[in-house]
């Protein structure tokens, strides 16, 4: 596969009203952009988009995304993969892996859109933990922003099984950034453990989105947010006119083709959904995001450092927009099979502690 081979999609599912499958935080927060104290703003990245670099950074300054193929080697990147899946078969709700009725809600996680596991301490296992602290995926980012003093985020994992017949899906098109956050600010990432080809699940997005991103709120202004939408500040969900709307401008729909290893970077202004594996290949990714640890306030380092000490999951921003996921809802109550921490914990080490925003650079 070429490096940052993309492959464009035929999107005609319909978008659901309220943006499809947004799970509740078990402590019903939601953030509101007009009066949250955001914080975190930065210039360093939007300096540099006129800049040529001569590598990857020059696709993702000028397509909102990139992909930085090899970050860790193919075979290790496979060995994550396998301990997500043994984890992941350790849960007690009756998922047989070769039972494909088992491949339902009622016998697994508590998952957002078919995939993402925000809670039972997933984002801190320690299968999790190593492959957020391999030099190869924390280089591109320590490039970006020009240090290796980083803040990492510990926001989700995602297994998404292939063939499920009980997810009613439909694309939640949406962006990462508050609309009162102005410009580029934060790159958020992507380590891939399994094929993403064409027909495999993966990252769609729209090309070109994240340069529109101002003149569509000044076009549309914010509406306020759903009761049920993400909670917290940095996001803003998409009907389907408004991603008319993108295309209509210029914006094309592309599916990000990455393999076993490959960490995908994104604007997170770019507006982007997953899509569902067409192929037998489970989706296996787990999600980090790195900046600088002098761009968090004191206030929301010592929020993070509380949330790590909890084992909980938090966003996509390491450094500002800091909020608890909380625990896993079934339907209205406590998820049964919540944990007080990972089944098997990370090493702390410094650099795990330092990254968590526990222990300062
Ligand atoms: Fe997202």
Not at 107 to 135: D, F, Q
């Amino acid at each position: 596969m070429a490096p940052g081979r993309v492959s464009p999609t035929v999107q005609d599912e319909p978008i659901n009203p309220y943006n499809g499958g947004y799970l509740k935080t078990s402590h019903g927060i939601n953030h509101d952009y007009g009066t949250t104290k955001a914080g975190g703003t930065t210039d360093i990245l939007e300096k540099q988009m006129s800049q040529k670099f001569g590598d990857w950074r020059d696709d993702f300054f000028t397509n909102g995304y990139t992909v930085v193929k090899g970050a860790i080697p193919r075979e290790r990147a496979i060995q994550y993969r396998e301990r997500a899946m043994e984890w992941f078969q350790k849960f007690d709700f009756g998922f047989d892996i070769n039972d494909k009725s088992t491949w339902t809600q009622e016998h697994l996680p508590v998952m957002m859109n078919g995939g993402m596991i925000m809670g039972y301490s997933a984002t801190h296992e320690k299968w999790v933990w190593e492959a957020r602290c391999e030099p190869g995926v924390i280089e591109p980012f320590a490039k970006l922003w020009g240090t290796d003093e980083l803040l990492v985020s510990f926001d989700a994992v995602n297994i998404t099984l292939p063939g499920r017949t009980d997810v009613r899906w439909t694309p939640w098109p949406h962006i990462d950034q508050s609309p009162t956050r102005k410009g580029l600010v934060c790159a958020q990432g992507i380590i891939n453990l399994s094929e993403a080809g064409p027909m495999d699940g993966g990252l769609q997005l729209l090309q070109g989105s994240s340069e529109l991103f101002e003149r569509f709120f000044i076009e549309n202004p914010p509406r306020p947010k759903a009761k049920d939408a993400p909670g917290q500040f940095d996001w803003y969900g998409f009907t389907l006119e408004e991603v008319e709307w993108f295309k209509n401008n210029g914006c094309k729909l592309i599916k990000v083709e990455a393999e076993p290893g490959d960490v995908i970077i994104w604007d997170s202004r770019t507006v982007h959904y997953a899509s569902l594996p067409k192929s037998e290949i489970i989706r296996t990714i787990i999600y980090a995001t790195y900046t600088p640890a002098n761009l968090a306030t004191p206030e929301d380092v010592a929020l993070k450092a509380d949330i790590f000490r909890r084992w909980e999951g938090t966003t996509h921003w390491p450094h500002c927009n800091i909020f608890a996921q909380g625990k896993a809802m079934r339907g209205d109550i406590l998820c049964p099979g919540e944990r007080d921490e990972p089944l098997e914990k990370p090493e702390l080490t410094d650099q795990v502690l330092k990254l968590a925003g526990v222990l300062p650079y």
